[in-house]
């Protein structure tokens, strides 16, 4: 999906102005750097904690 930035934008405040809306907002974006990290991890080191392939 491709979005404006002013669709974003309203997302965004959508979100924030529900209950504990910020909350959200920073536990989305942590969950979404996490997943990017584990994902660059893997490229580099497809191995890491699992059995190599016999």
């Known amino acids: 999906m491709?979005?404006?930035q002013?669709?974003?934008s309203l997302?965004?405040?959508e979100?924030?102005?529900q209950k504990n809306g910020?909350?959200?907002i920073l536990k989305l974006?942590?969950?979404a750097i996490m997943r990017a990290e584990r994902k660059q991890f893997n490229l580099i080191?497809?191995?890491w904690g699992r059995r190599p392939p016999a």
């Open 2 to 4: 491709d979005f404006t």
């Open 45 to 47: 080191n497809p191995f």
């Open 29 to 31: 974006s942590l969950e």
């Open 15 to 17: 979100i924030a102005n």
């Open 6 to 8: 002013e669709q974003i």
């Open 22 to 24: 910020y909350q959200s």
């Open 11 to 13: 997302i965004f405040d």
